[in-house]
């Protein structure tokens, strides 16, 4: 099993470009998610998918659109690049989001993003 | 407002001594507390989580502890490594399964 893999590792954007980061995840987890994690801070959540077909705002959501396009897929779009959205950007996956139980999340490598 | 801090920001230790990091946090209602590994370029791994209930967890050389009454964690690290070397992040999870990130704490191990 490969886990959660994310594509591409780097990426270089100038301000205005858009581009999607792409997800997959094949331990057969219902629920996705998307994080951004800077420099001096904790990370934070931008989308998430708790089930194949939904998708929720997280923390910082502006700027940002996702798709669930399957149970094992799971994207991040930038419409419009800022420099402020330069982070590295981690896919993660858990059988379930419900309360109550551990809900472990499994992490991909990451993405690093560099808006110009 | 929930947060969870982090101490030390950062710390050398010499292979083959003992750490212990620390985890402050305000995340309520409280569900259970993660240790997170992360290798530099590399996601972040679980160590252990603990719920309310749970004092200490052990993983390896690696020791949690829990103290629910004053919100705090520690993560105790035995016999270092040079692969310990990494940064270890606290994570609370609150009903509802949200999650709230430490900044983590830098670890490196040296020779």
């Known amino acids: 099993n490969a886990g959660v893999t994310q594509t591409p590792k780097f990426q270089v954007l100038k301000t205005g470009q858009s581009m999607t980061l792409q997800c997959a995840q094949d331990m057969n987890h219902n629920s996705m998610y998307w994080y951004r994690q800077d420099p001096g801070m904790g990370l934070r959540l931008i989308y998430y998918?708790?089930?194949?077909?939904?998708?929720d705002k997280g923390e910082v959501p502006n700027g940002y659109n996702v798709s669930r396009l399957n149970k094992r897929e799971f994207s991040l779009r930038l419409e419009s690049a800022a420099p402020s959205q330069t982070s590295v950007y981690f896919c993660?996956?858990?059988?379930?989001?419900?309360?109550?139980?551990?809900?472990?999340?499994?992490f991909g490598p990451g993405t690093r993003l560099t808006v110009l | 407002k929930n947060q969870v801090e982090q101490s030390p920001q950062s710390l050398i230790i010499l292979e083959g001594k003992n750490c212990t990091l620390q985890?402050?946090?305000?995340?309520?209602?409280?569900?259970?507390l993660r240790w997170y590994k992360q290798d530099t370029g590399r996601g972040p791994v679980s160590l252990t989580i603990?719920?309310?209930?749970?004092n200490t967890k052990s993983n390896g050389r690696y020791t949690a502890t829990l103290d629910a009454d004053t919100k705090q964690s520690s993560l105790h690290i035995t016999a270092s490594q040079l692969s310990d070397s990494a940064s270890y992040i606290c994570?609370?999870?609150?009903?509802?399964?949200?999650?709230?990130f430490g900044a983590g704490t830098i670890l490196r191990v040296k020779s």
């Open positions: 985890c402050n946090y305000t995340v309520s209602p409280f569900s259970n």
């Open positions: 998918s708790a089930s194949e077909g939904t998708t």
């Open positions: 994570v609370v999870s609150a009903y509802g399964n949200k999650l709230v």
């Open positions: 603990m719920t309310f209930s749970e």
């Open positions: 993660a996956s858990s059988e379930a989001r419900s309360s109550g139980n551990y809900n472990e999340q499994f």
